[in-house]
């Protein structure tokens, strides 16, 4: 035989040299779950191994991250129901300490990459991610409240604006917010393929968010569809993003490598709670080695397109690892 590929896997050094796909830790993302409070720490028992933080305990993790690397992060708030309404407007009032915390670790961390979520979700008394009225979620009656929370969010610093409502307009409409308010290099991470998945369960339980009635099948996408995400794609770029995102991940690799190959944006993709923890679970039970099973899933994502992994194995990864 005159071609055996074999011959660029007979070695580690030669495996290296061939090897197509890279993975390190600047292109991972670390979630952060903040609560209100000092010296909180409470473990999510869906999600082994992550935590509600109040913000000392947060400070602590960013730094921890940021010595192996993960300079990204991307945060939420666990928003007490007191503090919802149907118009959420604690997301942009001015004693909101996920806004506070914002300008507290920029202030700290001013190089790391502080990235925000943007829907109505978390603020609001329906769990929705936009307006509802008479059970029905309101598209443009959202995008106002959108917008203020955006500007707000950036005022407190965030590098750059996760909106993962998927309401239709909702990037004009915070850009032209961002732009107006004089906020022209806040950045906009689009949540731009977001199917309406079962895998959201512990994001849901980390941050009591789940809808208080229906579901999110009307704004979010169908996970039957495909080539809507080029729509979705095709409409978040004109209308300003600088990022895409794709979410879930792993059941989506196809979608991840269209966008990658339809569009010049940097791709996104969440690693979403409920696909880390069937790892999790499944390497607690001894059915696969955690050391190798979490590496590979993350090239995976890598290898699809990815440019930018969302994951709640960052920090883990890169004290293990730190590049492969």
Known sequence: MIIRPRRNRQSAAIRELAQETHLNAGHLVQPIFLVDGHDIKQEIPS????????IDHVFTEVEECMQHGVKSFIMFPAVPEDLKDKEATYSYAADNFYLKAALE?????????????????????????????????????????????????AEAGFDILGPSDMMDGRVLAMRNALDAAGFTKTGIMSYTAKYASAFYGPFRDALDSAPKAGDKKTYQMNPA???????????????????????????YLDVIALLKSNSNLPIAAYHVSGECAMLLAACRNGWLDYDKAMPETLLSLRRAGTDVIITYFAKDFAKRFGSI
Do not use: W
């Open 105 to 153: 670790i920029k202030a700290r961390f001013p190089e790391c990459c502080l990235i925000s979520d943007v829907a109505m979700d978390p603020y609001s008394s329906d769990g929705h991610d936009g307006y509802v009225e008479n059970g029905e979620i309101l598209n443009d009656r959202t995008l106002p409240i959108l917008a203020k929370m955006s500007v707000a969010q």
């Open 47 to 54: 999600l082994p191994g992550s935590f509600r933080l109040s």
């Open 225 to 251: 569809n495909k080539k809507e995400a080029l729509i979705e794609a095709q409409l978040d770029a004109a209308e300003g993003a600088d990022f895409l995102m794709v979410k879930p991940a792993l059941n």
